[in-house]
């Protein structure tokens, strides 16, 4: 009887190692993904010209009074904030930039968007809810490959 202890025992033991061994699980994918595609009719502020029927995504973002950057840089001037958190905001692409840090949240990924004031910018993914540092928001679409043929229009505004 002992020895069927001691080997249950022996099991439990190298059944614990090989759990521990194999680590914290990986973090999954975003889990708050920019959600609710819509369309709505957006003017260049600098060219005047239109991009009727864009789709926009809403995004949660951590909190409210986020700031909104004039460039994917933390040391960009801030045009602007998105004073309400939560799934309020609504943002049209995203981009890489530099990385933007946060306590010991960090991210690279940037959202572009019109902060409350009217003003075009980029927010910083640090501040959306889900996800881990350095992905992008598994909901946000991602610029498309704008190209076409002989004469081409620049990159919409918010894509720059």
Same mark, same amino acid.
């Given at each position: 009887?002992? +020895?069927?202890?001691?080997? @249950? =025992?022996? @099991?439990? @033991?190298?059944?614990?190692?090989?759990?521990?061994?194999?680590?914290?699980?990986?973090?999954? %994918?975003?889990?708050?993904?920019?959600?609710?595609?819509?369309?709505?009719?957006?003017?260049?502020?600098?060219?005047?010209?239109?991009?009727?029927? =864009?789709?926009?995504?809403?995004?949660?973002?951590?909190?409210?009074?986020?700031?909104?950057?004039?460039?994917?840089?933390?040391?960009?001037?801030?045009?602007?904030?998105?004073?309400?958190?939560?799934?309020?905001?609504? $943002?049209?692409?995203?981009?890489?930039?530099? =990385? $933007?840090?946060?306590?010991?949240?960090?991210?690279?990924?940037?959202? +572009?968007?019109?902060?409350?004031?009217?003003?075009?910018?980029?927010?910083?993914?640090?501040? $959306?809810?889900?996800?881990?540092?350095?992905?992008?928001?598994?909901?946000?679409?991602?610029?498309?490959?704008? %190209?076409?043929?002989?004469?081409?229009?620049?990159?919409? $505004?918010?894509?720059?």
């Amino acid at each position: 009887m002992t +020895s069927i202890k001691h080997s @249950l =025992t022996a @099991l439990a @033991l190298v059944l614990a190692g090989l759990v521990c061994a194999t680590g914290p699980q990986a973090h999954a %994918t975003d889990n708050v993904p920019c959600h609710g595609a819509t369309k709505r009719d957006l003017v260049d502020p600098n060219t005047g010209r239109s991009w009727p029927g =864009t789709t926009v995504m809403y995004c949660n973002l951590t909190r409210g009074h986020v700031p909104v950057y004039a460039a994917r840089s933390p040391r960009a001037a801030v045009v602007g904030y998105l004073e309400q958190g939560g799934a309020a905001n609504w $943002f049209v692409t995203e981009m890489k930039g530099e =990385t $933007f840090r946060a306590g010991s949240a960090e991210n690279y990924w940037w959202g +572009s968007t019109k902060a409350d004031n009217g003003r075009w910018g980029w927010v910083p993914e640090v501040f $959306f809810a889900g996800g881990g540092n350095n992905e992008d928001d598994a909901g946000l679409l991602m610029p498309g490959g704008y %190209t076409c043929a002989n004469s081409c229009p620049p990159p919409p $505004f918010w894509a720059r």
